[in-house]
């Protein structure tokens, strides 16, 4: 083989490598009840529900919505990769399959009715303040 067709096959194994190699579009979408409330995942800002963010690990989000009118929700929630994310598939499925994997979650959260507190749970927090102040 001569010396200047190596490097023109390591050139072309790479395009194709490159061209014929899948990947992997993770989505997770959030809705709750009801809509238009704010949420943030993971201390980010990420707009308002129904809301589909892009993700690039699994693992526990730290979830918060909030809407006026309702009580805030602050939750946690695992994602879990599925099977051809872990060793030794998640070669073949992100790096040598030519397909493209679509991995799609769904969460949704129902809000509660922000709750007025009466005048005795009022006055009774007052005074817990003024102690610690105290």
Same mark, same amino acid.
């Given at each position: ?33 009801p809509q238009d409330a704010l ?10 529900? #129904? ?12 979830? *918060?919505? =909030?809407? $006026?009118?309702?009580?805030? &929700? ?13 060793? #030794? ?12 994997? *679509?991995? =799609?979650? $769904?969460?949704?959260?129902? &809000? ?23």
């Amino acid at each position: 083989m001569k010396k200047w067709n190596l490097p023109i096959l390591t050139v072309v194994t790479a395009a194709l490598a490159v061209l014929l190699a899948g990947c992997v579009e993770r989505r997770l979408t959030i809705n709750t009840n009801p809509q238009d409330a704010l949420v943030v995942l993971n201390d980010e800002e990420i707009g308002q529900s #129904p809301v589909t963010v892009p993700f690039n690990w699994y693992g526990d989000y730290n979830v *918060r919505i =909030s809407k $006026e009118g309702y009580e805030t &929700l602050s939750t946690h929630r695992p994602l879990k990769s599925p099977w051809y994310d872990k060793f #030794p598939w998640d070669f073949f499925a992100q790096i040598v399959s030519p397909k493209k994997i *679509r991995d =799609s979650y $769904e969460w949704t959260f129902e &809000l509660s009715p922000q709750q007025q507190p009466d005048r005795e749970q009022l006055i009774q927090r007052a005074q817990d303040l003024k102690e610690k102040l105290d």
